[in-house]
């Protein structure tokens, strides 16, 4: 059978990389013949997850055309988030969980999306549909993907469905999900080491925002004030970033994974800067404090669109 890439997003982080693992592998137990691949190098909190459950991490491609003719998306379905020829190949499968956007296909495809709080959530119930048992490794990447996903349940995005795989994947797996899941948490919190210019492109996504190119980027921590101090390199990485990109707003979301509070830092046009602050309100010397908010996907792009809609 024809050989098909499975892949997560950009930049990708636990659920991009650990869902387009299990995914891989439940399609070739399907009699599928792909290969788990990414559009980045993993993270810290990844790599972690990956040695905890015995996972080289997958390959990163640039393009997929050259190497195949087909693909199945995971944890993502906006081209701009994709590998960069993904008008050049055939998407066959996708599984996400994210909002539908600039997205057509010529040919029919399989495409599941759900409102929960991760795609290894969808998986795990995929699994289930077909029958597949779940290898403990596989249990442990998908359950490390909705620890990520959810920050350890605690996220506004989470549901039910997600509270019933990750209790289900821990036991597979055979760890306490608290325990790892705090462990795997502050894998992913130490930016000190990092440049700004890394740190911003670490977890980040680009919407296409009513005409306007908006990036978010969030950045996971325990001591925000700590990263409060690295402030003005941020803004100027930001604003860098935005001249070479295009950005018409760049927003970094600094989040304490302890607390679920969160910081942003913002830059670019006026107007977009406007639209901002229709959303979430006055911002003061480029920085707003956002309590309680954690999630990009649920509390930060769907008052966005509205505002700059």
């Known amino acids: 059978m024809e050989k098909e890439l499975v892949f997560g997003h950009q930049n990708p982080d636990t659920d991009a990389i650990g869902t387009a693992i299990a995914y891989s592998y439940l399609q070739n137990k399907l009699g599928f013949n792909t290969e788990a691949v990414a559009l980045g190098e993993p993270n810290d909190e990844t790599a972690y997850a990956l040695k905890k459950f015995g996972f080289e991490a997958p390959r990163v491609i640039k393009t997929a055309a050259n190497e195949v003719d087909k693909v199945m998306l995971v944890d993502h379905n906006e081209p701009q988030q994709s590998v960069s ?11 996400d969980h994210h909002r ?5 296909t010529s040919s029919p495809l399989f495409y599941l999306a759900e409102p929960v709080g991760c795609t290894s959530t969808i998986m795990w119930k995929l699994y289930k549909h077909f029958g597949v048992e779940i290898p403990q490794n596989i249990a442990g990447i998908m359950l490390s993907a909705i620890i990520s996903d959810t920050l350890l349940l605690k996220s506004p995005t989470t549901t039910d469905d997600d509270k019933e795989a990750v209790e289900a994947l821990a036991k597979i797996a055979g ?20 440049s700004e210019e890394d740190l911003i492109d670490l977890d980040a ?11 978010v980027a969030q950045i996971n921590v325990v ?21 070479a990109n295009g950005y018409d707003m760049f927003m970094l979301l600094i989040t304490n994974v302890l607390d679920s509070d969160s910081k942003a830092l913002v830059v670019g046009s006026d107007e977009a800067q406007a639209a901002f602050e229709k959303a979430f309100g006055k911002v003061t010397d480029s920085e707003i404090s956002l309590p309680g908010v954690v999630s990009r996907k649920k509390q930060v792009v769907p008052p966005l669109t509205e505002a700059f809609n």
Not at 100 to 104: C, G, H, P, S, V
């Open 175 to 194: 760890v306490d999900y608290q325990t790892y899941g705090l462990e795997e948490l502050k894998a992913g919190t130490n930016i000190a080491s990092k």
């Open 85 to 95: 020829d993904i008008d050049q190949v055939t998407v066959t499968h996708v599984v």
């Open 223 to 243: 001591d925000l004030p700590e990263a409060m101090e690295r402030k003005d390199a941020f803004l100027k990485t930001m604003q860098e970033a935005s001249a």
């Open 205 to 215: 996504k680009s919407f296409a925002l009513n005409g306007k190119n908006v990036r």
């Open 100 to 104: 539908i956007m600039n997205f057509d």
